[in-house]
C-alpha cells in the first residue's frame, strides 16, 4: 500500500522543454518535500510545504518551482531543464516537522 | 558546519558479520539523528533514529550509539544479512529548521553470503 506515490516513475525530457513531476500522499501529512538525488549522493532539499506554506531553500535554483494545490498533492515544475537537472527527485511527507520522512520512490528524470 | 561526515564510503561484510558505519558534525545545534536505508530504485526509508538524550538505541539487529562529546553517532548491524544490502544514510537536523534533514554522503554496504 503505497503511501507516497510518484508519477511517473521515469521521465524524459528535453533540454529547455518544461517539465512536471508529481507527488501524492495517502497519510494526510502536513509537511511535503521535495528532494533532488544525484547519481551516488545524498539527497538534497530544494524545498518544502508545511500545510500552505511554502519554504524554498536558499540554492534551490529559480528554475525549480514547486506547487500543492491541496494536502494530497504537490507538484516539481521545472521551467528549462538542463543536462545538470538529471538525477532522481524525491517526494517525501511527515506529520510535523523533525519527524519520520516517509519518501516515495522517486522520479528518475533524464534531460537529453 | 551543517555537514555530517559519514563513512566509509562503502563496505563488504560477510554474512552474520557486524556492520558499522559511522557519522561525525559540528553543529551542536543538532538533536535528531536518523539513518536511512535506501535500496536501488527506491526512496529512502527511515531505519533508526536518536535525540541526544540518550547514548544508545537498539531495534532488533540495528543499533545507533550517540557519544556527544565526540559529536560522532554509529549504526552497528549486527549479523548483518544479504537483504541488508542497501545504501545507508545518516542525517541530522536541529530544533527549529522546519524538518530540514542534513544528510551524509552514505555507505554502500554489500553484505557477502
Known amino acids: 500500500d503505497a503511501m507516497v506515490i510518484q508519477n511517473p516513475r521515469y521521465q524524459v525530457t528535453q533540454f529547455g522543454k518544461p517539465v512536471t513531476l508529481s507527488c501524492s500522499q495517502t497519510l494526510n501529512h502536513n509537511v511535503m518535500y521535495w528532494y533532488q538525488q544525484k547519481s551516488s549522493q545524498a539527497p538534497k532539499l530544494l524545498f518544502h510545504?508545511?500545510?500552505?506554506?511554502?519554504?524554498n531553500e536558499a540554492d534551490t535554483p529559480d528554475n525549480f518551482q514547486s506547487r500543492r494545490p491541496n494536502t494530497s498533492f504537490c507538484f516539481l515544475d521545472i521551467r528549462s531543464p538542463g543536462l545538470g537537472d538529471a538525477a532522481m527527485y524525491l517526494c517525501?511527507?511527515?506529520?510535523?516537522?523533525?519527524?519520520?520522512?516517509?519518501f516515495g520512490s522517486g522520479t528518475q528524470l533524464s534531460v537529453l | 558546519q551543517q555537514q555530517v561526515k559519514q563513512s566509509p564510503q562503502s563496505l563488504i561484510v560477510q554474512k552474520g558479520g557486524i556492520s558499522i558505519i559511522n557519522c561525525a558534525y559540528e553543529?551542536?545545534?543538532?538533536?535528531?539523528f536518523p539513518w536511512y536505508q535506501q535500496f536501488p530504485g527506491k526512496g529512502p526509508a527511515l531505519l533508526i533514529a536518536?535525540?541526544?538524550?540518550?547514548s544508545e538505541k537498539k531495534e532488533g539487529r540495528f543499533t545507533i550509539s550517540f557519544n556527544k562529546s565526540a559529536k560522532q553517532f554509529s549504526l552497528h548491524i549486527m549479523d548483518s544479512q544479504p537483504g541488508d544490502s542497501a545504501t545507508y544514510f545518516c542525517a541530522a537536523s536541529e530544533k527549529g529548521s522546519q524538518g530540514n534533514l542534513i544528510f551524509g554522503k552514505g555507505t554502500k554496504l554489500s553484505v557477502k553470503p
Open positions: 517525501a511527507t511527515s506529520r510535523a516537522f523533525v519527524e519520520k520522512l516517509f
Open positions: 553543529n551542536t545545534a543538532f538533536d535528531y
Open positions: 536518536i535525540r541526544p538524550d540518550v
Open positions: 510545504y508545511y500545510d500552505k506554506d511554502f519554504n
